[in-house]
């Protein structure tokens, strides 16, 4: 089954400890990105990636770092996280690399606290 | 930066009346706009999309409707169904087509 795929489901940490959220597409797609999800707010862009050892920053970089070292795998970490990042996260993915060419599917998120 | 408004934040119909979710953006070179669906506990989904060059799209019971000169857009949902309650968040593509800016979202609750 196509999909994008996140894990875990649910985090709950303590500020400044060190935590990795993976996300996989088995899609092939080109395009990956992380958005943040907060009431009123929408979805926000973190960071994204137009192909392999390609990242680029979003609108809320800040406290978050991504890699892209295979076309499949796009982990977002989090090196010192504070409550102000508890939040919904998702990451999503696409065929292409613009956005107006093909639809962003997006994985079921990942909800994190820290305390 | 690409800043999208979308209104109402909540919204309540009763079942097999119509709903309306209204959008405005600020980038007047943003040329694609998606509207995503979002079920409880799982992520959006691409329902319906419209570019800039036409102005009303219609797939059943939903369509879009797009006035470039106002930059604004809009998501209509017609004769509502139970199913129809989530979350629906309206994009703007930049014109490069690297970044989606998505809305606030709306929850749309149908009451039986």
């Known amino acids: 089954e196509a999909q994008v795929t996140q894990n875990p489901r649910y985090l709950i940490t303590v500020t400044g400890k060190k935590l990795t959220v993976t996300c996989s597409q088995n899609?092939?797609?080109?395009?990956m990105s992380w958005y943040r999800q907060d009431p009123g707010l929408g979805l926000r862009q973190i960071y994204y990636?137009?192909?392999?050892?390609?990242?680029d920053k979003g609108d809320v970089p800040e406290g978050y770092k991504v890699s892209r070292k295979e076309k499949r795998n796009f982990p977002l970490i989090l090196e010192s996280p504070s409550p102000n990042q508890t939040s919904l996260y998702f990451c999503?993915?696409?065929?292409?690399?613009?956005?107006?060419?093909?639809?962003?599917?997006f994985g079921n998120g990942t909800r994190l606290t820290v305390t | 930066g690409e800043n999208v408004e979308q209104h109402p934040s909540t919204l309540s119909v009763q079942e097999g009346d119509s709903a309306v979710i209204k959008c405005t953006y600020s980038?007047?070179?943003?040329?694609?706009f998606p509207w995503y669906k979002q079920e409880l506990g799982k992520g959006p989904q691409l329902i319906i999309d419209?570019?800039?060059?036409?102005g009303e799209k219609k797939d059943q019971r939903i369509a879009v409707t797009l006035n470039k000169t106002a930059k604004h857009f809009s998501l209509h949902i017609t004769e509502t169904q139970p199913e129809d309650s989530a979350v629906y968040f309206c994009?703007?593509?930049?014109?490069?087509?690297?970044?989606?800016?998505f809305g606030g979202g709306t929850r749309v609750l149908v009451k039986p």
């Open positions: 999503a993915s696409s065929l292409s690399r613009r956005s107006y060419n093909s639809p962003l599917h």
């Open positions: 899609m092939n797609h080109e395009y």
């Open positions: 990636s137009m192909n392999v050892e390609v990242t």
């Open positions: 980038d007047s070179a943003s040329n694609y």
């Open positions: 419209i570019r800039s060059n036409v």
């Open positions: 994009a703007a593509s930049s014109a490069a087509g690297n970044k989606l800016t």
